[in-house]
């Protein structure tokens, strides 16, 4: 079975300061990876994916992510945040091509940007 | 086009009772699955329906059970309610790309 881990539960940074939110998943075969954020009062929306292909990830909002496979990585990055990327982040894999499709999620990570 | 609705958006309920909870996909998706998030945790995978039919099932006890209807919707049922039951239940809805779209859940408060 997958695992997800976010090392970070909490996260406070000023605007215009870097992000970089740690995601380590435990599975053997093909995987799909996602970040999804939940804005305050919002519902869970899907930031970016990879599937295949080019490991750097670009998403919305100036958001991207790096698969690295040989440390079963997929951390979330932004060079400068801003104050609505107050939300929180959730790490998502699921087992790939003939698996399951059933994303697994980490805890989730709060991050608070003060203006 | 109509994203994924959930109702009700709020609930109260005692120890014991029954819930249902309803969700409508996104249109032009095919399989809803339902979620159990709890404070300060990410979702929990419940079951997911497809074609009127439960595909798959996490670790939660017989007391959860579903239902799909064939225009898509679905149902959560919810029997003999604990205070553990607590949470935010999202629907989420994916088509053939896999990609699962989710509502804004229903809060669902055990007393």
């Known amino acids: 079975a997958q695992s997800v881990s976010q090392h970070n539960h909490h996260v406070i940074l000023s605007e215009a300061a870097s992000l970089e939110l740690g995601c380590n998943y435990s599975?053997?075969?093909?995987?799909?990876l996602f970040w999804y954020v939940q804005y305050p009062g919002q519902h869970l929306q899907l930031l970016l994916k990879?599937?295949?292909?080019?490991?750097l990830v670009k998403g919305i909002k100036g958001f991207e992510a790096e698969f690295i496979k040989s440390k079963f990585s997929f951390n979330l990055r932004k060079p400068s945040v801003q104050w609505s990327d107050t939300a929180e982040y959730f790490c998502?894999?699921?087992?790939?091509?003939?698996?399951?499709?059933?994303?697994?999620f980490g805890r989730g990570t709060s991050l608070i940007v003060h203006p | 086009d109509a994203g994924v609705t959930q109702s009700p958006t709020h609930l109260i309920k005692t120890r014991g009772q029954q819930v249902t909870l309803r969700c409508s996909p996104k249109?032009?998706?095919?399989?809803v699955s339902w979620y159990q998030q709890a404070l300060g945790q990410g979702p929990q995978f419940i079951f997911q329906?497809?074609?009127?039919?439960?595909?798959q099932r996490g670790n939660f006890p017989d007391r959860f059970s579903g239902h799909q209807f064939p225009n898509y919707s679905s149902e959560l049922n919810v029997n003999a309610l604990l205070l553990g039951d607590s949470a935010l239940y999202l629907c989420?809805?994916?088509?053939?790309?896999?990609?699962?779209?989710f509502g804004p859940g229903t809060r669902l408060t055990v007393t």
């Open positions: 989420a809805s994916s088509g053939p790309r896999r990609e699962q779209y």
């Open positions: 599975y053997g075969g093909t995987v799909n």
């Open positions: 990879y599937f295949s292909g080019d490991p």
């Open positions: 998502a894999v699921n087992a790939g091509s003939g698996g399951s499709y059933i994303p697994t």
């Open positions: 249109s032009g998706h095919d399989t």
């Open positions: 329906y497809y074609e009127e039919e439960e595909r």
